[in-house]
Nanobody, 124 residues
Framework: QVQLAESGGGLVQAGGSLRLSCAASGRTFSSYGMGWFRQAPGKGREFVAAISWNGGITYYADSVKGRFTASRNNVKNAVYLQMNSVIPEDTAVYYC?????????????????WGQGTQVTVSS
């Protein structure tokens, strides 16, 4: 059983930065792609970022491209989301997820394991 635990969320002012972390346990972390999704109040879950098994390929939603960066450390079994120049529209619960394969993927159906989420609130 895979367990994913996000941390690093909180309250940040618009224009500020935040770094989310996701610690993984339960199966060979380095063999699987990882992703970040978010869900704002009253909205559906949306893709934010994805990273391949070795970090060599990343994908981003257009809304965060150039502001957010996904990275991973396969020694520490962790994946990160560096959030810069945040805006109020970034307010959401952020989830990390582990995909069923090694590639980076943007489709939520390709992710098998999900964390419990961490709240990010951006004040204007």
């Amino acid at each position: 059983q895979v367990q994913l635990a996000e941390s690093g969320g909180g309250l940040v002012q618009a224009g500020g930065s935040l770094r989310l972390s996701c610690a993984a346990s339960g199966r060979t972390f380095s063999s699987y792609g990882m992703g970040w999704f978010r869900q704002a109040p009253g909205k559906g879950r949306e893709f934010v970022a994805a990273i391949s098994w070795n970090g060599g390929i990343t994908y981003y939603a257009d809304s965060v491209k150039g502001r957010f960066t996904a990275s991973r450390n396969n020694v520490k079994n962790a994946v990160y989301l560096q959030m810069n120049s945040v805006i109020p529209e970034d307010t959401a619960v952020y989830y990390c997820a582990q995909s069923t394969g090694y590639a980076a993927t943007t489709t939520s159906a390709n992710f098998r394991y999900w964390g419990q989420g961490t709240q990010v609130t951006v004040s204007s």
